[in-house]
Nanobody, 115 residues
Framework: QVRLVESGGGLVQAGGSLRLSCAAS????????MGWYRQAPGKQRVMVGV???????TYGDSGEGRFSISRDNRNNMVYLQMNNLNSEDTGIYYC?????????WGQGTQVTVSS
């Protein structure tokens, strides 16, 4: 059974930083694309950043230049370092895994940025 557990969300002031973590189990981690998506209230879920099995990152428009995604294949962890946060970064952040057609999602962690 696939399990993705996020942590590290919370309330932060604009301009601050947060580091999100996702612990994965039930998958062959090193073969999976791993990533982070955000869903703001009333909006669709959007890609923040994804890392390929070899660690190459791809970022969505909102995260480019401010966010950094990384992975630890030994410990089955993926991280999202978020800097210079603003109110538009508020939302639920979901951890995501994909291997071929098989995708999985975590339960999400709330990030709230106050101005």
């Amino acid at each position: 059974q696939v399990r993705l557990v996020e942590s590290g969300g919370g309330l932060v002031q604009a301009g601050g930083s947060l580091r999100l973590s996702c612990a994965a189990s039930g998958i062959i981690f090193k073969l999976n694309f791993m990533g982070w998506y955000r869903q703001a209230p009333g909006k669709q879920r959007v890609m923040v950043g994804v890392t390929s099995p070899d660690g190459s990152p791809t970022y969505g428009d909102s995260g480019e230049g401010r966010f950094s995604i990384s992975r630890d294949n030994r410990n089955n962890m993926v991280y999202l370092q978020m800097n210079n946060l603003n109110s538009e970064d508020t939302g639920i952040y979901y951890c995501y895994s994909r291997q071929g057609p098989r995708t999985s999602w975590g339960q999400g962690t709330q990030v709230t940025v106050s101005s």
